[in-house]
């Protein structure tokens, strides 16, 4: 995931809201949490990166 | 028995995080690649879309928008990186950086597949019989070095090899990291939960040392 953030401003805005604030709002943290496995394409709020075109799919 | 200077080792070690990030662009965690692997055994491979960097971008930019509302930039998808609206007077802000172009100078790398992860644990293991090779201890053996463990084991050492073998994959896990990924890579980076994690482990380790005695 860490690699798709080379935009130091969009990462900023995930990180504030979902690593340093409510953290455990972050899909991809409560899926470590609960053993399952996380995609590499999945958002902290649970949408996975889809190519353009087509609609994000929201996984929750 | 020889050990590596402590100089020469920490040196190989950071020199091994370094390469390892300018090469895959990513952070080293021996246990997450574990843990990776053992899910893809639970739960077979997730389908990871096929993207290129433009296409991964929009997608990031469209994500981005759709979680934090409309951001000037993050629509404009028309205009060639570099040549987008002038700059914001927030020069931090997310619509600012979305004009920028992927860092070229950073490795661009896929997700990692099943064979990237085997690879990596083939090396840990080549990489170390190669380094006991070099300090002349290649002798294979069912028990520790420790003359205290020995004693206290017994024929029971393999097995109590094992039982420890799963007692730190449990740690690790509970840990959320273990010596390279905390130690390593955490401590590096000033990550308190790494920092804090680090010195429990160095502390156990060296009681536990003590405790078994001189190899």
């Given at each position: 995931m860490y690699p798709l953030f080379k935009l130091?401003?969009?990462l900023r805005t995930w990180q504030i809201r979902y690593c340093t604030s409510d953290y455990h709002a972050c899909e991809r943290y409560r899926r470590v949490l609960a053993g399952r496995p996380v995609p590499p394409e999945m958002m902290p709020n649970g949408t996975l990166l889809k190519q353009p075109g087509n609609k994000l799919r929201v996984v929750k | 028995m020889n050990h590596w200077s402590w100089w020469l080792s920490g040196l190989g070690l950071a020199s091994v995080m370094v390469v390892h990030w300018l090469a895959t662009?990513?952070?080293m965690a021996?246990?997450?690649r574990i843990t990776a692997l053992v899910n893809r055994v639970r739960f077979g491979a997730s389908e990871t879309p096929e993207m290129t960097e433009q296409e991964l971008l929009e997608a990031v930019r469209m994500a981005t928008t759709v979680e934090f509302g409309e951001l000037e930039a993050a629509t404009d998808s028309h205009n060639p990186p570099g040549l987008?609206?002038?700059?914001?007077?927030?020069?931090?802000?997310p619509a600012?950086?979305?004009h920028q172009e992927l860092n070229p100078a950073?490795?661009?790398m896929g997700p990692r597949t099943t064979s990237h992860h085997v690879f990596f644990m083939v090396a840990v293991a080549v990489g170390g019989l190669l380094a006991a090779s070099l300090g002349g201890r290649t002798t294979f053996t069912w028990s520790l070095a420790s003359n205290g463990f020995r004693d206290f084991a017994g024929n029971l050492s393999p097995v109590i090899?094992?039982?420890g073998g799963a007692l730190v994959g449990f740690g690790t896990r509970m840990a959320g990291g273990c010596t390279s990924g905390h130690g390593l890579c955490g401590v590096s980076r000033f990550q308190p939960g790494s920092l804090l994690a680090t010195a429990v482990f160095f502390s156990v380790g060296v009681g536990v040392s003590l405790l078994l005695g001189p190899s």
């Open positions: 130091a401003g969009i | 662009g990513r952070l021996v246990s997450g987008g609206p002038e700059k914001s007077e927030a020069p931090d802000s600012d950086d979305a950073l490795p661009q090899l094992v039982i």
